[in-house]
């Protein structure tokens, strides 16, 4: 059964803080993405990576930055976090340049205060 | 304008009534066509997929594709409580190795 798991489902943080969310697959998958999703704005892309080491700006990537070591593991940064980045993150992960198939995780509720 | 639009809804169905869920886009070079459904402090999961214009079905559940129109629907017969969840329409362009474009979400409710 293919896995995608976040490693909080919660976090509160302050604003300026440095916050880390981690994303893991266990599929193998090439392709790793990171959205938040936003009432009434649905998902949007922060960032996504097609290998290893390889990054490429989403629709939304500013305040964020993100690293993939490895490729079961991709990695969203918020620098310095703020009000505004309090959201619901998710992330996904799909095999090749097929779109077939997003498998996503649970998700992650960060709240900046 | 939106590059895809769907209307947020709630919207609230007694059981067993035919849902009707509907996106439209404006981005005339997409080619393929997803429909995700999203419980509740869940992370969305893969409903139907298509690709180009034309008609799937898988159960309950038929999509359909107009491009002339750029609308996407999704069918749900016989709903069920146990469809109560957001519904996301999204879609891509060919070769965009996987990234996807998201609808704004209708949340259904299907009362027993």
């Known amino acids: 059964d293919v896995k995608v798991t976040q490693s909080s489902r919660y976090l509160v943080k302050r604003t300026g803080e440095k916050v880390f969310l981690e994303c893991v697959q266990d599929?193998?998958?090439?392709?790793m993405f990171w959205y938040r999703q936003d009432p009434g704005l649905g998902l949007r892309l922060i960032y996504f990576?097609?290998?290893?080491?390889?990054?490429e700006k989403g629709d939304i990537p500013e305040g964020y930055s993100v690293s993939r070591e490895k490729k079961e593991r991709f990695s969203l940064i918020l620098e310095s976090a703020s009000t505004n980045q309090t959201s619901m993150y998710l992330c996904?992960?799909?095999?090749?340049?097929?779109?077939?198939?997003?498998?996503f995780g649970p998700g992650t509720r960060l709240l900046v205060l | 304008q939106k590059e895809v639009e769907q209307d947020p809804g709630p919207l609230s169905v007694p059981e067993g009534a035919i849902v009707s869920l509907n996106c439209t886009y404006s981005?005339?070079?997409?080619?393929?066509f997803m429909w995700y459904r999203q419980y509740s402090r869940k992370g969305p999961e893969l409903l139907m997929y298509?690709?180009?214009?034309g008609n799937k079905e898988d159960g309950r559940f038929t999509a359909q594709v107009d491009k002339s129109s750029k609308y996407i629907s999704l069918f749900i017969r016989d709903s069920q409580p146990s469809d109560s969840a957001t519904y996301l329409c999204?879609?891509?362009?060919?070769?965009?190795?996987?990234?996807?474009?998201f609808g704004q979400g209708t949340e259904l409710s299907v009362k027993p």
């Open positions: 996904a992960s799909t095999v090749g340049p097929s779109m077939e198939t997003q498998y």
């Open positions: 990576s097609y290998d290893v080491k390889m990054k």
């Open positions: 298509t690709y180009s214009s």
């Open positions: 599929m193998d998958h090439e392709n």
């Open positions: 981005n005339s070079a997409f080619q393929y």
């Open positions: 999204a879609m891509s362009l060919y070769n965009q190795g996987g990234k996807l474009i």
